[in-house]
């Protein structure tokens, strides 16, 4: 697999994947009017992505401002295709949900995923100065 | 009209409106009206995270207006919906309104989704918004989530009604308060 990007619009988010690193990171804000048109490739990128992971290990660093709730539901979505991963095919993948402790919304937005999710790490890492 | 203008602003002003939109909406002009609240309330340096709630009230009510007006011009660029959008400041509370056509047979679903949301707490809101999230489907009109979102978000809750335009159509209007 190829390292990529995609550049953040004014409302959706910059997506990046570090193919040495084997980190995926979400930077941004995302509220676009449809959401699906979004984040289909992404979807579809990882189907691919996940076949040939092995036993490396896939690191997710979201770091979102602010997103609307059809991304939220998009979001949710993602952290449940992961999670199946993890318990059905027993894959490596760690989540670190970042977030600026000035933004209350984005923290708490974090823990409801955390508090959704069984068996995939979600991490909840406050944001260095 | 000319001369009824100032009229017009001194209501603006009284109401406490800070912004309001009439006419056709689109995802563009919901970035840049949002942008202009966002810097206008920067300088007067109110508190980020009030400024985080009210941008995301102001951007799920538009997309609200985006998706659901029954007034709708469209080509293979994309579509336009007419609708108003209002964020104000009156007795100590900001508020967002909006408000779109909508057919008559929308009036009991909107009145029933928004009927249940009335008669919870939040920690009710939270359990029902992440159980819909669970249940619903992602659609190119999202996730069925965005009244939800409002409730949990607002400080009293949504206040909406809806007004008789003609025999097939009406006007939804929706106030949500930070």
Not at chain 1, 53 to 74: A, H, Q, R, V
Not at chain 2, 44 to 54: A, L, N, Y
Not at chain 2, 121 to 150: C, H, M, P, V, W
Request: hydrophobic fraction near 35%; proline fraction near 2%; include cysteine.
């Amino acid at each position: 697999m190829d390292s990529w990007k995609t550049v953040a619009t004014k409302y959706t988010p910059e997506i990046y994947f570090d193919a040495n690193t084997n980190i995926l990171g979400v930077k941004g804000e995302s509220y676009p009017e449809n959401i699906t048109e979004f984040s289909s490739p992404l979807f579809s990128w990882l189907e691919n992505y996940l076949e040939s992971l092995g036993e490396k290990t896939f690191t997710i660093n979201i770091e979102l401002i602010y997103f609307n709730s059809s991304s939220s539901k998009m979001l949710l979505d993602l952290f449940d295709l992961l999670e199946e991963e993890v318990n059905d095919n027993d894959k490596n993948i760690v989540v670190n949900w970042i977030f600026d402790i000035e933004n209350d919304a984005a923290q708490e937005y974090g823990e409801e995923f955390q508090e959704d999710l069984e068996i995939l790490p979600f991490n909840l890492v406050e944001k260095a100065e | 009209m000319l001369d009824s203008l100032l009229d017009f602003k001194k209501e603006c002003d009284k109401q406490g409106i800070l912004i309001s939109f009439y006419g056709f909406i689109s995802q563009e002009l919901l970035v840049e009206v949002g942008h202009n609240l966002k810097s206008r309330m920067e300088l007067e340096r109110i508190d980020s995270t009030k400024i985080t709630k009210i941008f995301a009230m102001f951007v799920e009510q538009t997309q609200n207006i985006v998706r659901y007006s029954a007034e709708k011009v469209s080509d293979v660029n994309g579509s336009l919906s007419n609708g108003i959008i209002i964020i104000g400041y009156k007795d100590e509370h900001y508020f967002v309104l909006c408000g779109n056509k909508i057919k008559k047979n929308s009036i009991e679903p909107l009145t029933k989704k928004l009927s249940i949301l009335h008669s919870m707490d939040k920690n009710e809101l939270k359990s029902y918004y992440k159980e819909q999230r669970k249940k619903g489907q992602l659609t190119t009109d999202g996730a069925g989530l965005g009244f939800i979102e409002l409730a949990r978000k607002s400080t009293k809750p949504i206040d909406f009604n809806f007004q008789a335009i003609d025999e097939q159509s009406s006007f939804f209007s929706l106030k949500t308060y930070i």
